[in-house]
């Protein structure tokens, strides 16, 4: 489908609320992750006579463009351990595959009620715990840094397989909580990663033809822009701002799992 069929299906209104939409989801997700419960929501609701593959893989170039840019702007004031990073996103990426094999034999569904319990934990947690992510609390040497990057990388890619929502949140609370990361150089970390394990299920949408290129290519500037604004936020406000963005993403996905479970069960 071309740009301008899409046009003549969906009115101006649509398109441009779809492109303000991808801005605002790459600001939220360079900062702390979880753009993709912003855009991808809008996609489906926006343009319902496309098919879900095509959706996803539209929103995938997307939210990959304006992570790429992110993952640059950090990586200019961040200083990195390529090591953790590498060994944290192929565990990542092995998990995920796994995890998205495992949907086919576990119904998702029947697991969000835990899910929506540990989001309102974390919530509390952060909340109440006002410095958690405002300084490096730990110093832990290198095996210990790639053993607990192996473990977030390993859970949390399982769950951006198995569920998929809020995964760069989920790896920025990993790094701040269990290797002790301030929020700032955890979504940073998280950001690269995130280009990783985002890359090869882009591959796979862009052989299967599962993409609005010309549509994709409006939104990857939009999120272009938002996320070249957020890392620079993020930067320039610290860890302060992070967090009161984490907390507002994971009240989000609160949000979103308490009403899937309400709909599960009522």
Known sequence: MHLLNIFTDYSLIVIASIIGFAFIAGFIDAVVGGGGLIQLPVLLIGLPKLPIPTLFGTN????????????????????????????????????????????????????????????????????????????????????????????????VGFYDGFFGPGTGSFLVLGFVLIIGFEFVQASAYAKIINCVTNFSALIIFIKQGNYVLELAALMAIANIAGNIIGARMALKKGNAFVRIIFLVIVMIMIVRYAYDVFKLYY
């Open 60 to 155: 995938k170039i997307a939210a990959l463009s304006g992570t790429s840019m992110a993952a640059y702007h950090y990586a200019k004031r961040i200083k990195f351990n390529y090591q953790l990073l590498f060994i944290t996103a192929i565990c990542a990426a092995i998990a995920s595959f796994s995890g998205a094999r495992v949907v086919s034999l576990i119904n998702p569904g029947t697991l969000k009620p835990l899910i929506l319990l540990i989001l309102i934990v974390i919530a509390l947690y952060t909340f109440f715990k006002k410095d958690l992510g405002a300084v490096q609390t730990k110093s832990l040497n290198a095996a210990k840094q790639n053993i607990y990057g192996a473990l977030i990388g390993f859970v």
